[in-house]
């Protein structure tokens, strides 16, 4: 019962998160969710702290339960670590979606039907493909703990997925960072809220990335020393000495 329960759990909270980056997109994309939006008849700085304040709880919840030392302080079963994180991660994103709060005051906003806005949205949507497809150039179901349930439920050990380069690894050491800040950046309609986020959102990412590598020079040793020789961080470097 407790291995079905755990496996119940894994899904919940897999789908739980997808519904969170939904959410997220539809927040960017101002469809349905309307908040990042600018408008002028908002006043004060509470709006500004509570942007700020959501940006900040999803650094920290999506960054600390990450972190080795946090894992080794703290030891939990595979099979609902990860599973957690997934969770918590989900209702985090629902929950920065739904309270984001509109701002004053906009860069930009082009035509909808403008050739600049197009390219703007074609590029941007590449960004999230990017992301997408990433995931599946790893372990997705590892990624998001589907496999450690799975693996609990068939009553085997969890091992953890060899390190190894395939697509778009070959050419940046995070793509899926590299595909949100394209995502985040590349938008027809700059508010000064959009804006709010992508710079609290790059700051966010380079700082997980730090603390990530951090991490992964210690777990995976010499032959991740070497990846970080020869791969650059987010912008792919196209030549023919990168990592093959």
Known sequence: MKRLLILIYSVVSYLLFLIGIGFLFLLLTNIG???????????????????????????????????????????????????????????VLILLAIYWQPLPGKL?????????????????????????????????????GLRQSWLQWKNKAYTHIPFQMRGFYKLTRHP?????????WFTPDMTSGRLLFNIGMTIYIFWGIYLEEIDLKET????????????????????KNHYK
């Not at 899926?176 to 985040?184: E, H, P, S, V, W």
């Not at 995976?220 to 912008?235: F, M, S």
């Open 176 to 184: 899926m960072m590299t595909g949100f800040l394209i995502a985040f």
């Open 33 to 91: 969710i309307h908040n990042m939006m600018s408008n002028d008849s908002i006043s004060g700085i509470m709006p500004w702290l509570i942007n700020i304040g959501l940006m900040i709880l999803f650094a920290l919840s999506h960054s600390i339960p990450a972190r080795l030392k946090f894992k080794q302080r703290y030891p939990c079963s595979p099979a609902i670590e990860r599973n957690t994180y997934v969770f918590v991660s989900g209702v």
């Open 108 to 144: 930009w906003q082009l035509p909808s039907h403008s050739m600049g806005a197009i390219l703007l949205n074609i590029i941007g949507g590449l960004g999230w493909i990017i992301c997408i497809a990433s995931t599946f150039m790893v372990s997705h179901t590892d990624l998001y």
């Open 220 to 239: 995976l040793g010499k032959e991740y020393h070497e990846y970080l020789k020869k791969v650059p961080k987010i912008i792919p470097k196209l030549s």
